[in-house]
């Protein structure tokens, strides 16, 4: 199987989150790290920050593809939160970077797209107006990020399984509820 060059930059990328935050990266320093030009890159990217969007939306879209429904929500959740412990050097070097806002727009991207999924499927047969499945969307978006960054911030201390399964036990049917109280 041949490697993308998409692929062999984001990589390039990983290898130097693992020594410094995205702050201190260049792009000399990551088409160095992957013997690729400068040319390349902007080929396909249009900062490091694209680049580093582009890998966490295909990160998250690989772990939430197949669990975008309200009963393997948590399983998605998990698989983020495991894959982040996994890179735990990456995330706080993103996360303690001055770009951590653009990290937190990324992920809330990624989040939404999921959410919404869900949403949609819950309100199904339902009369609901897009405005009230896009707040609910928008609203538990908001809670995961939280979630997330505060975990991030405590050097991951909390077990993945334990948390997802706390917010479980508080969202467990919400979304079901909120849309019947927005039905028309």
Same mark, same amino acid.
């Given at each position: ?27 000399? %320093?990551?088409? #160095?790290?992957? !013997?690729?030009?400068?040319?390349? =890159? *902007? /080929?396909?990217?249009?900062? $490091? ?15 939430? %593809?197949?669990? #975008?429904?309200? !009963?393997?929500?948590?399983?998605? =959740? *998990? /698989?983020?939160?495991?894959? $982040? ?15 951590? %806002? ?11 797209? *999921? ?70």
């Amino acid at each position: 199987m041949q490697i993308s060059t998409e692929d062999v930059l984001i990589d390039s990328l990983n290898k130097l989150l693992e020594r410094k935050s995205v702050d201190k990266i260049t792009v000399k %320093d990551i088409v #160095s790290e992957c !013997d690729l030009t400068r040319q390349t =890159f *902007y /080929n396909h990217f249009s900062d $490091i920050y694209a680049l580093v969007e582009y890998s966490a939306c295909q990160n998250a879209k690989k772990y939430l %593809d197949d669990a #975008s429904d309200y !009963d393997n929500w948590q399983e998605g =959740f *998990y /698989n983020i939160m495991v894959k $982040i412990k996994e890179n735990k050097t990456i995330a706080q070097n993103v996360y303690h970077s001055i770009y951590r %806002d653009l990290m937190e727009k990324y992920i809330y991207d990624v989040l939404y797209g *999921y959410i919404i999924q869900i949403v949609e499927k819950q309100a199904e047969g339902m009369s609901v107006s897009q405005n009230h499945k896009d707040f609910i969307a928008h609203f538990y978006s908001l809670a995961f990020i939280a979630v997330i960054f505060e975990w991030i911030s405590d050097d991951m201390k909390g077990d993945p399984e334990e948390i997802v399964e706390q917010i479980g036990v508080l969202i467990h049917g919400d979304f079901k509820k909120a849309l019947n109280k927005y039905a028309k």
